[in-house]
DNA sequence: TGTCAGAAAAGTGTGGACAATAATATTTGG
DNA sequence: CCAAATATTATTGTCCACACTTTTCTGACA
């Protein structure tokens, strides 16, 4: 029973997933450009690996909607549209709705302890980073709880399909956010989970549309 | 059927796109069982190819959720239980009511029509099978022309999580199927996206209750 | 007899070489 | 000088060989 070598716990992990975790970040973190081409051999040699792991982490990295991936093209970070947009905060909406309804139920008294202070640091955030970050905390702990593995994939996914820089244009209405998180959390320490559901769904679906309009504006 | 040639010289695509899809289609297709494990060397061997495109070809089944992947540890069929039906219906409900809707507007007179001789055809279908594939069939073109990404790759998805046998389990209640499919008919011939749409998602929540009802009185 | 350590076998993971394809540069004909 | 065809280069795709992990087998010891 007693495993002795648990502390190296790096390099159980296959080679593959490593490289696939760091390109995830580094696209996520913006080091790679929307439209970027991504090269094998290039990767692989910056990560002092063969290009096999590479060309692993691509076809995982393309399953979470990350890079496309054409044959004999290469790979290229997905830039998305406002229709893409669009798509992800309906889908969200609908979604985490559904996770939400799920979670609610089992979640646990120290889940929402910390849902309840993580509501309470996004309204004294100063800086938008910050919020932005609570915020993401706040909406993964509140479907935390749901076991349906194929829901949680797909917001999962949605999730990787939005561009780190986003999130800033919605600043404009974090008092909007904040009104609507405290009333998710009231509903979520009640376990009223039909309340709690379609609060989130509103919220999400309000989010998208407000996060359209201002960029629509910006012309950006 | 002819095949022979299938295999032989279609250079245009990769090979592990081909490998993928005869895989795809032997699991569906049920050759290789649920929980089975697939090596890749058997695989490889018995395709003429190496073990490389086999290995590609696991990452976009899994992706797919036909599959599952785990390191050193290689791939199983998955396996359902009545848990995992009772998700993929849920989200078939709400997955395929918004791409319904989105599509209704964009389908050609022509996908009509090939609605409306699919419906006849289940209303008249002899045995079991053909009932099936013009259900399957039916399904796909209504939601064919729906432009979202996502949100077609989610409900391929699901599709794929649904073991070939499962809906023959359905064949007790053909009638109620070809009433709600004539109702969903008309709205769509009508190109009433709201109607249509929770019509869609009605009949599919009923068919995942009618068919775990099923598998419960089958034991099975 | 049971179980536990260590060896052997089976199977997956990775690196490097080569083949096939797409992109780019060069030549050729008008 | 330009356009089309051809040669060159860059990059991806596939194969094979070997390293690493996991599993299975074997045998010694209590």
Redesign the interface.
Known sequence: MSMNQDLRIENR??LH?KVCNVIREAIIRGDFKPGERLKQSDLAEKMGVSR?PV??AF??L??E?LIKLE??KGAVVKSISI?DIE??Y??RS??EK?AVYQSVDLLTDQDIKQLSSLVAEMENADDADAFVQYNIDFHRLLVKRC?????NS?IG??WN?LPQQTPHLLTGQIETSNTEHRKILEAVTKRDKETAANLVSEHIYRTGESLIESIRKEGK
Chains 1, 2 share one sequence.
């Open positions: 992990d296959t997933l096999m060309r692993e076809r995982k393309e399953s909607g044959p004999h229709e798509e992800i309906a889908l609908e979604l559904m076991n349906w593995e194929r829901l797909f996914t949605l399909g």
